[in-house]
C-alpha cells in the first residue's frame, strides 16, 4: 500500500497548467508539514516547495527559486491531501513530482529531501514546447 497516494499530472503544452493532489492516512500526512519534489533522470531529487504551519489555521509556504510565482501548495488537512497547482509551465518542468511527508524530528526543508521519509508513488508530468 502506497502511503501517500497521488493523482493529476499528465501532458500538457508550455504555458498550460496542472494540479497534483496528494492524500495520506492520518498515519502518513503531516499536517505541520508537507513537500513537493521532482526528479529527472540522471538528475538528484530536487525540492519544488514545501507548506509547513502549526497544523491549524497558520501556514507557510517556501518554494524553490524555479517555479516560484508559477507554483502553488495548498492544504486541506481535514481531508489530509496537499495539492500542487502548477501554471505557466515550461518543458524545463517535465519531470516526476513526489509528494512527500518529513521523518520524525525532521524539519520542514525545501532543499533537504533525505529529511523527508514518506513518499508518494511519483506523477509524470510532461511539457512540450
Known amino acids: 500500500q502506497v502511503p501517500l497516494v497521488q493523482s493529476g499530472g499528465g501532458s500538457v503544452q508550455a504555458g498550460g497548467s496542472l494540479t497534483l493532489s496528494c492524500v495520506g492516512t492520518d498515519f502518513t500526512y503531516k499536517k505541520t508539514c508537507m513537500g513537493w519534489f521532482r526528479q529527472t533522470p540522471g538528475k538528484e531529487r530536487e525540492g519544488v516547495g514545501v507548506i509547513y504551519g502549526d497544523g491549524r489555521r497558520e501556514t507557510w509556504t517556501d518554494y524553490s527559486d524555479s517555479v516560484k510565482g508559477r507554483f502553488n501548495i495548498s492544504q486541506d488537512n481535514a481531508k489530509n491531501t496537499v495539492y500542487l497547482q502548477m501554471n505557466s509551465l515550461k518543458p524545463d518542468d517535465t519531470a516526476i513530482y513526489y509528494c512527500?511527508?518529513?521523518?520524525?524530528?525532521?524539519?520542514?526543508?525545501?532543499?533537504?529531501?533525505?529529511?523527508?521519509?514518506?513518499w508518494g508513488q511519483g506523477t509524470q508530468v510532461t511539457v512540450s514546447s
Open positions: 512527500a511527508a518529513p521523518k520524525e524530528g525532521e524539519l520542514c526543508r525545501l532543499h533537504k529531501a533525505k529529511g523527508f521519509g514518506t
